[in-house]
């Protein structure tokens, strides 16, 4: 059974930083294209940022751009997602997915985590 289970998440003040944490039972996680995702209260589901199976190409929302960094750790079935000059409207419940593509869409990946809330206070 495949999991995928989020880490690092809480309350913060604007102007912190997070790092999220996503550990993957997948046995071939270094195949797979490891994304975030985000989900606010009365929002639509929102992609933030997607890393491929290498680790050498990254893809990030312009939301978050230049305050986050995605990395992976291919030995530990690890993907993180580090976010800096944190904001209120980062508040959400931030997700970790898997996908057999390199893509920033919500339906294309295979395998999700069940979230890890994030809330920055003002």
């Known amino acids: 059974q495949v999991q995928l289970v989020e880490s690092g998440g809480g309350l913060v003040q604007a102007g912190g930083s997070l790092r999220l944490s996503c550990a993957a039972s997948l046995r071939t996680f270094s195949t797979y294209t490891m994304g975030w995702f985000r989900q606010a209260p009365g929002k639509e589901r929102e992609f933030v940022g997607a890393i491929s199976w290498n680790g050498i190409r990254t893809y990030l929302a312009d939301s978050v751009k230049g305050r986050s960094t995605i990395s992976r750790d291919n030995a530990k079935n690890t993907v993180y997602l580090q976010m800096n000059s944190l904001k209120p409207e980062d508040t959400a419940v931030y997700y970790c997915?898997?996908?057999?593509?390199?893509?920033?869409?919500?339906?294309?990946?295979?395998?999700w985590g069940q979230g890890t809330q994030v809330t920055v206070s003002s």
């Open positions: 997915a898997a996908s057999g593509a390199e893509s920033t869409i919500y339906h294309a990946y295979d395998y």
